[in-house]
């Protein structure tokens, strides 16, 4: 998926460490088959090939996928939203040596073809359809915390009791460490991501950061991150990271974006109206905002 998968399973000897672990890693390729965008078998890359033409069925998997993600969207206003694969890649690549922002005008043009409700489902025969010629989805924002829930299912099936799945930092906790103490999970510096800002003991709990700090132009010496605004074409400013804690690694990836594009008030407001959901920001002047169930110890 292009992403580092690190996956650590509570086992009785290396052999059945090393099966259980296979077993995990066969699953990811799985969904890394179904979903990427660079294989045309892929069921989403068949979606897109026939956009504006014909309603394509894919597996009942990838159109559950599909479903939630566009009930996501829906929740978020469009923040989070599948249809990004449509942004003209030749603006938005993020060489590193960028010099200048498009103008507002070109950026929304590069945007003219990211709109969820144009994607049409139909519950009868499990179809999708992409309404217009040169739409197309892609699952970045949240094929890889469906992954890592997806493997830790298979480890739960296998009766792993204790484990971790981390996708590139979107991960899933699950179970005690062999001392029997939770997991720790450290969060990040954005300024310094090698270091961690902040630690979580956490245990059946999913979390997911969204940060500036891997993938970024700076631009008159002001960074600009990777994540673009769905209905502006032009990236987020104002938020250095998000992370987001849930008992699903799914909803923990998808929500970490769309709370970095809606901003620090809008997106703390919103995920103090869900349940069993938290977040942590940091904005462009350091300073962290908490959702209202997280508590910080200095």
């Known amino acids: 998926m292009g992403n580092r998968f690190e996956l650590t399973v509570a086992a009785a000897s290396q052999q059945e460490a090393d099966t259980l672990l296979e077993a995990a890693?066969?699953?990811?390729?799985?969904?890394?088959?179904?979903?990427?965008?660079?294989?045309?078998?892929?069921?989403?890359?068949?979606?897109?090939a026939m956009a504006g033409i014909a309603p394509v069925t894919p597996?009942?998997?990838?159109?559950?996928?599909?479903?939630?993600s566009l009930r996501i969207s829906e929740l978020t206003q469009g923040a989070f939203d599948i249809t990004y694969g449509g942004v003209d890649k030749s603006l938005w690549n993020f060489d590193p040596h960028m010099s200048a922002l498009p103008s507002a005008?070109?950026?929304?043009?590069?945007?003219?073809?990211?709109?969820?409700?144009?994607?049409?489902?139909?519950?009868?025969?499990?179809?999708?359809?992409?309404r217009h010629k040169g739409m197309r989805i892609g699952f970045g924002g949240i094929g890889k915390g469906y992954a890592a829930e997806k493997a830790k299912q298979v480890l739960l099936q296998l009766g792993v009791q204790s484990g971790i799945v981390n996708?590139?930092?979107?991960?899933?906790?699950?179970?005690?460490?062999?001392?029997?103490?939770?997991?720790?999970?450290?969060?990040?510096?954005?300024?310094?991501a090698l270091h961690a800002f902040?630690?979580?003991?956490?245990?059946?709990?999913?979390?997911?950061?969204?940060?500036?700090?891997?993938?970024?132009?700076?631009?008159?010496?002001?960074?600009?991150?990777?994540t673009i605004?769905?209905?502006?074409?032009?990236?987020?400013?104002?938020?250095?990271?998000?992370?987001?804690?849930c008992p699903n690694a799914e909803l923990a990836d998808?929500?970490?974006?769309?709370?970095?594009?809606?901003?620090?008030?809008?997106?703390?407001?919103?995920?103090?109206?869900?349940?069993?959901?938290?977040?942590?920001?940091?904005?462009?002047?350091?300073?962290?905002?908490?959702?209202?169930?997280i508590h910080l110890t200095t």
Request: aromatic share 6%; with cysteine; glycine share 6%.
């Open 198 to 226: 902040s630690r979580f003991n956490i245990s059946n709990m999913a979390v997911a950061t969204s940060g500036n700090y891997e993938k970024f132009a700076i631009i008159d010496g002001k960074k600009y991150s990777h």
């Open 229 to 245: 605004n769905p209905k502006t074409g032009l990236p987020v400013t104002g938020i250095k990271s998000v992370t987001v804690l």
């Open 254 to 293: 998808a929500m970490a974006t769309p709370v970095m594009v809606m901003g620090v008030q809008v997106g703390l407001d919103l995920i103090n109206q869900m349940r069993d959901i938290a977040c942590l920001i940091i904005d462009d002047f350091d300073q962290i905002h908490c959702s209202k169930n």
């Open 167 to 192: 996708a590139a930092g979107d991960l899933s906790a699950w179970g005690l460490q062999p001392n029997g103490q939770p997991w720790t999970i450290g969060i990040a510096d954005p300024n310094a």
């Open 59 to 68: 597996s009942e998997e990838v159109y559950a996928l599909i479903e939630r």
């Open 25 to 48: 890693v066969a699953e990811i390729q799985r969904i890394e088959r179904l979903l990427t965008t660079f294989a045309d078998s892929s069921e989403t890359n068949q979606i897109n």
């Open 105 to 130: 005008a070109v950026a929304k043009a590069s945007v003219r073809l990211v709109n969820y409700q144009n994607v049409v489902l139909n519950p009868k025969d499990k179809s999708v359809f992409l």
